[in-house]
């Protein structure tokens, strides 16, 4: 990771980790908001989603 292409403006943060040779960069990302607004659409394809893991799980179990 370069951390010259990261600039003040964008939504993160790098944080320094390890020590010595073995220091690096961690990519810390911005928080997510805490309300997210989802339309129609995108609730009926989270639903489908949810019912396609829960086929995934059972299948998983036999």
């Not at 010595?20 to 805490?34: D, I, N, Q, V, Y």
Request: glycine letters at 6%; aromatic letters at 4%; charged letters at 20%.
């Amino acid at each position: 990771m370069d951390p010259t292409r990261f600039t003040r403006d964008s939504p993160r943060r790098l944080t320094p980790i390890g020590s010595g040779a073995s220091r690096h960069m961690a990519f810390t990302p911005a928080p997510l908001s805490p309300h997210v607004e989802l339309d129609t659409d995108a609730l009926l394809l989270l639903s489908h989603a949810d019912q396609c893991l829960g086929r995934l799980a059972r299948i998983g179990h036999l």
